[in-house]
């Protein structure tokens, strides 16, 4: 779980003001919940807070953010909510005493797969929002300043009138395009006075310099103004450390402004351990009083200690997650035109199989930009030959969530038989070498790309202590393996797989039975481990973070709301924003959106398939690509090439796989018996002691398993 915190501002909001004044916009920011099954509570929505209202602007900039804790494994929506302020409501929390400009959802995960971190939604209304999100350590402490001018220069332009100062409290923020200071605190404004004394400020140290007590801060003071437009009256740079130090010594820090000084009396950090509640009891303190005393344990250390990099720290550097999925089209798995077998399409509901693809494959598509995944297939014999690793789909790579459920329904339109045994080694080493590849060409223009291996299988492997000899093998490469049981089997085998890792763990099982209530308990087990395993391979090659992406405005995509958000606020009984209606998203494994093809619920006629198989049309060996070096899992004996694989799906290396044509319709398992998966009219294939080699049409050199 990783704290991060929303920043929030709009462009070209539609004026809601009467006559020829301008709104006064603020945000609101709600929680959404998962609308869960009865078997589990998901929880009520909730309202995180409003922001300040930035008077006449119709393109604010709110200093206000809002804290989260993020899972990769887990969809969180919330929604924006921007009000116009009436003045004579001003700061009232009543929601129906100001009027609605606008209304955005947002989910966290997309944000933080998105270049920049960022992402912008238009409204009907008029205007675009926008949502960026950053990584916020957890560091509880806060520094408190208690602040006031004094011989502060007038800058009003009326002849009698006298300035209303406020101030602002700005942090430093690195990037590529040069440095750049985001305001983080604004104190009220004190009408006509130019010694004013304001409330005692308070800031997160965490939001102010990221923990770094000695990186720059600025502290800016202003003139306010109805209109928006706030005029200079002075600014000053120093350091959390420098103002801590001088109040523990007792020298208040004096700043020059334009005119007179900017006094911070007395600075101190609270932390969240005892207390807590000070912050709201110095809120009003005043430069008379005396500042509270806390343990030395508050003291700021001179040097903060170097932050170790974070899975956050890599998304926002640019790093992306390649995902491959791979499924078990065994025999065991059933008959796929029986209902209540793992395979059976139904085009009313899912199967367990697709429920896995599209809650998994949904949120890690976020996290890649080109939205291209490899779908291979394992387990099924095509011509008398078993195939461990075949491609699934006319292309080794398909497009999106609904481009691998295609591929997955295609492969039931080909002369597969499902047959045995589960084998993953030949998956696995396949996409280690497709993730190395991945990896290295990223890392030539200056990126990273880190894969995650999707299995589905219904049953334990055949030869654990091979898997685990695999999965050793490919330990170093850039690569989480997931495995997801499919159906009720006895899966202690794939168990002992995860428990009894070889080398750095990248293995995760997970049964899918357990998860049936809910789509997100499904993709939080899944996910859980992937974060950690990521920054572990990089962390041990060395590997740091790319800098932030920074986008300008006009580079940043933005998309709309495809559907009406429900959503009601009021004010509860304890005077505070609440939910009154609505505030709840889907959480169910929702049907894709794919056609699928009939499927007869009767026993499958020989003779009589429901569409005819059409020759010279089978699935092709999944070929990653070529490499410049050759992949050696472990140091075999052979070198590993990637894009020749040993076991192609057709059976024959060089050829894609022909069978005869035949005038009548293609009938699984033979015309002559019913179809029988699993079970084929031949004998069972004995792999690397075929009778004879196998030829199909007539190559040049027979076919020899294991070769």
Request: hydrophobic fraction near 35%.
């Amino acid at each position: 779980m990783t704290r991060v915190q929303l920043s929030l501002r709009a462009r070209g909001l539609k004026n809601k003001a009467s006559g020829k004044n301008i709104s006064d916009p603020f945000a609101v920011v709600t929680l959404l919940a998962p609308q869960s099954s009865p078997q589990s509570s998901g929880g009520a929505p909730q309202v995180l807070g409003r922001t300040e209202t930035i008077y006449d602007d119709l393109s604010p900039d709110w200093i206000k953010t809002f804290t989260f804790n993020y899972d990769l494994g887990l969809q969180q929506y919330f929604v924006v909510t921007i009000y116009d302020e009436k003045e004579k409501h001003k700061n009232s929390d009543n929601l129906g005493k100001h009027k609605e400009i606008a209304q955005s959802k947002f989910e966290l995960g997309s944000i933080l797969g998105s270049p920049g971190n960022i992402n912008a939604k238009s409204v009907s209304s008029g205007g675009i929002v926008y949502a960026s999100v950053e990584e916020s350590a957890f560091d509880a402490r806060k520094l408190l300043l208690a602040v006031r001018g004094r011989k502060l220069a007038n800058v009003e332009n009326t002849l009698f009138g006298k300035s209303d100062p406020f101030f602002e409290i700005y942090a430093k923020k690195h990037s590529p395009h040069g440095d750049s200071w985001d305001a983080v605190y604004r104190s009220e404004y004190i009408r006509s006075n130019l010694s004013p004394e304001w409330k005692a400020a308070s800031v997160s140290i965490e939001t102010l310099c990221g923990s770094d007590l000695d990186r720059p801060i600025k502290i800016s003071v202003f003139d306010f103004s109805k209109k928006g437009i706030f005029t200079p009256m002075g600014s000053c740079e120093t350091t959390v450390n420098d103002l801590v130090n001088r109040s523990n010594t007792k020298q208040p820090s004096n700043f020059k402004m334009l005119e007179g000084k900017l006094v911070i009396d007395k600075a101190w950090m609270i932390g969240d351990s005892g207390d807590a509640g000070l912050a709201g009891k110095v809120s009003n303190l005043k430069m008379s009083e005396a500042a509270p005393v806390f343990s030395t344990s508050s003291a700021p250390p001179r040097v903060a200690s170097a932050k170790k990099p974070s899975f956050v720290d890599y998304l926002s550097g640019g790093c992306e997650l390649n995902l491959a999925v791979a499924i078990d089209f065994t025999g065991s798995n059933g008959d796929p035109r029986r209902p209540g077998t793992l395979h059976h399409m139904n085009p009313s509901s899912s199967n367990s199989y697709q429920k896995v693809i599209t809650a998994i494959g949904s949120i890690l598509e976020k996290y890649d930009s080109d939205h291209r995944f490899p779908v291979m297939g394992f387990g099924a014999k095509y011509g008398g030959v078993i195939q461990h690793c075949f491609q699934c789909g006319p292309t080794p790579e398909v497009v999106g969530v609904n481009g691998i459920m295609d591929a997955y329904n295609s492969v039931f339109k080909t002369p597969l038989t499902m047959s045995g045994p589960t084998v993953f080694t030949k998956v696995i080493q396949v996409s280690a070498a497709h993730a190395i590849q991945a990896q290295r060409a990223a890392n030539q223009v200056g990126k990273q790309v880190y894969s995650v291996l999707l299995i589905l299988t219904d049953g334990a492997v055949s030869d654990v202590m091979a898997t685990k000899q695999a999965i050793g093998e490919v330990c170093n490469a850039p690569l989480s393996i997931v495995i997801v049981g499919i159906g009720n089997a006895d899966f202690s085998a794939m168990q002992y797989l995860d428990d009894n890792s070889v080398g750095r763990d990248i293995v995760q099982f997970v049964e899918s039975q357990r998860h049936l209530h809910s789509k997100g308990s499904l993709t939080a087990a899944t996910l859980d481990e992937i974060p950690r395993q990521l920054v572990q391979y990089f962390s041990m090659n060395g590997i740091l973070p790319g800098s932030k992406v920074v986008l300008r405005e006009e580079d940043i995509a933005v998309s709309s709301d495809e559907e009406e958000i429900d959503l009601g606020l009021s004010i509860n009984a304890e005077g505070e924003i609440a939910v009154n209606g609505g505030g709840y998203y889907s959480d169910g494994y929702d049907m894709p959106a794919v056609s699928y093809p009939p499927v007869s619920s009767q026993p499958h006629t020989p003779g009589a398939p429901t569409q005819p198989f059409t020759p010279g049309v089978p699935p092709q060996p999944y070929m990653p690509g070529p490499s410049s070096q050759p992949y050696t899992p472990g140091a075999p004996s052979q070198p590993y090439t990637p894009g020749m694989p040993s076991l192609p799906a057709s059976g024959v290396p060089s050829q894609p796989y022909a069978p005869v044509a035949s005038s009548q319709p293609y009938a699984p398992g033979g015309p002559s018996q019913p179809y029988a998966p699993g079970a084929p009219s031949q004998q069972p294939y004995a792999p690397g002691a075929p009778s004879q080699p196998y030829a199909p049409g007539g190559p040049s050199q027979p076919y020899a398993p294991g070769a």
